[in-house]
């Protein structure tokens, strides 16, 4: 079974600050995939980033970046210097290379305020 | 590449009435998948589709519940006999036929049933 945990369910903070989202995974899988999609609030999920499970490296792109942990097995979305723009739920997704869905967490709301 | 479309973007029915959605892929996107999103959950999957073949799908969806792709191109879902329960977002996703590619979402269509 495959399970994706966000455990803040909402994060408030004010603009210019850094903030970072929380995503843990369980998969008896070794081959995987992570993503980050963003749903703002016309409802669209937006595609932000996917990892395989044997890329490890990092990523940054402008002001975000992923911090992919196997050994924790978490994958964690961090903004900085955040704008009232990125005001949005944030959902982290996962699925097997054998799978065709995408397991998904509850998504974590995430409000910017000027 | 157009984005996937989804068309009615808002429905709202009377309990008992039918509904049917529709999506449009991106070209080329063999695989085209449905999920269902309730309020402050992730979005969790009914059904797919490679070309026109139905492959999988989810025990949620019921009888009630059918979903078609004829000629590989578009997909409809239908929902006969709306409950309240069905209130919902309905999203629409396509990806490539290549690996695990990354699923592309629609817009959405957001059924209320009174």
């Known amino acids: 079974a495959q399970k994706v945990t966000q455990a803040q369910t909402e994060i408030s903070v004010v603009e210019k600050e850094d903030v970072t989202l929380d995503c843990v995974y369980e998969t008896r899988d070794t081959t995987y995939y992570l993503f980050w999609y963003k749903q703002p609030p016309s409802g669209e999920l937006v595609f932000l980033i996917r990892r395989n499970s044997f890329d490890e490296q990092n990523e940054i792109s402008g002001r975000y970046s992923w911090n992919f942990q196997k050994s924790t097995s978490s994958f964690n979305f961090t903004i900085t210097a955040s704008q009232v723009v990125d005001s949005a739920v944030y959902f982290c997704a996962l699925i097997s290379n054998s799978g065709y869905a995408l397991n998904f967490g509850k998504g974590t709301s995430l409000l910017v305020t000027p | 590449d157009t984005g996937v479309s989804q068309d009615p973007r808002h429905k709202i029915t009377k309990r008992g009435q039918n509904v049917t959605f529709r999506c449009d892929p991106i070209s080329e996107h063999n695989r085209l998948y449905w999920y269902r999103q309730t309020l402050g959950q992730g979005p969790e999957f009914l059904t797919y589709f490679q070309n026109e073949a139905q492959l999988e799908k989810s025990r949620l969806l019921s009888d009630r519940f059918s979903a078609e792709r004829p000629k590989g191109s578009f997909s409809t879902l239908e929902i006969q006999r709306t409950e309240q329960g069905d209130s919902a977002m309905y999203l629409c996703?396509?990806?490539?036929?290549?690996?695990?590619?990354?699923?592309?979402f629609g817009p959405g269509t957001r059924l209320t049933v009174l």
């Open positions: 996703a396509s990806r490539r036929d290549r690996g695990t590619d990354t699923q592309y």
